[in-house]
DNA sequence: CGCCAGGTTGAAGAGAATCAAGTGATGTGG
DNA sequence: CCACATCACTTGATTCTCTTCAACCTGGCG
């Protein structure tokens, strides 16, 4: 194992390191084991920028708390959102050596960081490499067929897919904004929290908070998703 | 070079095994020159289906003549096409072991087929199947962002894109139909044609006939995309 | 010549965006 | 501890884009 630092955020987004040590992949491999690769651990306060687009992309980073969002700014203002990380997730890899989109953290959020090269050193570095540029690529794809639908259906794939990613039973909390849902979309905040309002007339969800989401009718939701 | 099989289609898109040989690879690599693989071809009828979704995914395919399109059929019958493959470029690999979706011919094509666990006994097959990846990951998200565009947006977007895939000057003639190019941009038939039409008539464009398009303003267009 | 698929055009309608106002939660300073 | 400012979300009215439904071209091809 080598050497590790954790970086603290001040007020403003800024990283102190501090020492630290932690595991960078999520999944435990069967046949070797879990893969545990030095890195130095980062905070980063809500909204703060963890890297921007066209930056050069040499590092890895798993969130090990909050959440993270990639997106991608528009020259007329529009943003899109790539995708959510959540805690066990890692994001930062890229087709190309340049990030395509910056990734922000859509609450405060902790996240390891691993140097690509530094990881080149471990066996079997490449298959997970690969594994996450499957992901992604998967990710991708459903997040276009997403695309095609109807706002209720979007924002039906979306709860579902949600709730199975934090796996809490039938009630999730949404920590992103109803502006970074919309954004995620495709669709604006007011449709997305109107579509939100309709199913909750529908009792197909409960809404006790804003981001609180009971989902009370799952096979209506997923009957949506066509 | 191992042996190598070539296929033929009969009228109804069956498959004739036929000696032949050929390279898979587009891109000679620097370091080695290009790469060559013992692979079969096939030939194709239009519309004719060379894979359908959830087939294992144990092949590469490289269009050596005509066009191919990889789309998905949702339950409604709506249905979505993921991209289209020119001469050159390679389609098939997925990022599970099953295909997301189907591939078929969009005119006659012939491709060549090569087995995945073939290859593998080539030293730098596991680098080509990353570069083959990383391209896919590049082009779902150039699509993503696509299609939160508006329809001319859309339209340009992909005239642009077509254009520069087949660097024929300032005329492209489209393998595609207008139904291809909606289920590609999200749109419906009518829509695209409006906006080819909208584009003709602001002299953007001219459409001597259907699928044969001249970029009269590549200036205009730039400026649609954003 | 006439058929037929693919493409275009028109009119009407639906769905989401936009514009605008109101409500509710959160946080801050007096 | 409360008043007020701010931000996020919701709701309503209107507009606009794209879809839908329908009719009509057009170009190949038997």
Redesign the interface.
């Known amino acids: 194992m080598l050497t590790e630092l954790t970086i603290q955020r001040s007020k403003a987004g800024h990283l102190f390191p501090r020492p630290m040590r932690g595991p960078l992949l999520a999944e435990p491999r069967t046949s070797t084991g879990p893969i545990e690769i030095a890195g130095s651990r980062a905070s980063f306060a809500r909204n703060a920028q963890i890297y921007r687009e066209k930056e050069p992309a040499d590092r890895l980073y798993k969130v090990t708390s909050g959440t993270v969002r990639t997106c991608?700014v528009?020259?007329?203002g529009?943003r899109?959102i790539?995708a959510f990380y959540l805690p066990g997730e890692t994001f930062g890899l890229e087709?190309?050596d340049r990030h395509?989109a910056s990734a922000e953290a859509v609450i405060d959020a902790e996240v390891l960081i691993v140097r690509r090269c530094t990881a080149s050193t471990f066996p079997f570095w490449?298959d997970e490499?690969?594994r996450l540029?499957?992901?992604?690529?998967?990710r991708?794809?459903e997040?276009?067929?997403l695309?095609?639908k109807t706002a209720p259906e979007r924002v039906a794939t979306f709860l579902l897919e949600m709730s199975a990613r934090v796996r809490s039973g039938d009630e999730v909390e949404l920590p992103m904004s109803r502006r970074d849902v919309a954004d995620y979309l495709?669709l604006t905040i007011e449709t997305v929290s109107r579509t939100l309002t309709q199913f909750e007339n529908q009792s197909v969800i409960a809404l006790p908070t804003a981001k609180r989401i009971v989902l009370r009718n799952r096979l209506a939701l997923k009957r949506l998703i066509?």
């Open positions: 991608k528009l020259v007329d529009r899109h790539g087709p190309g395509m490449d490499l690969t540029m499957s992901r992604e690529l998967q991708a794809q997040h276009l067929l695309l095609i495709g066509a």
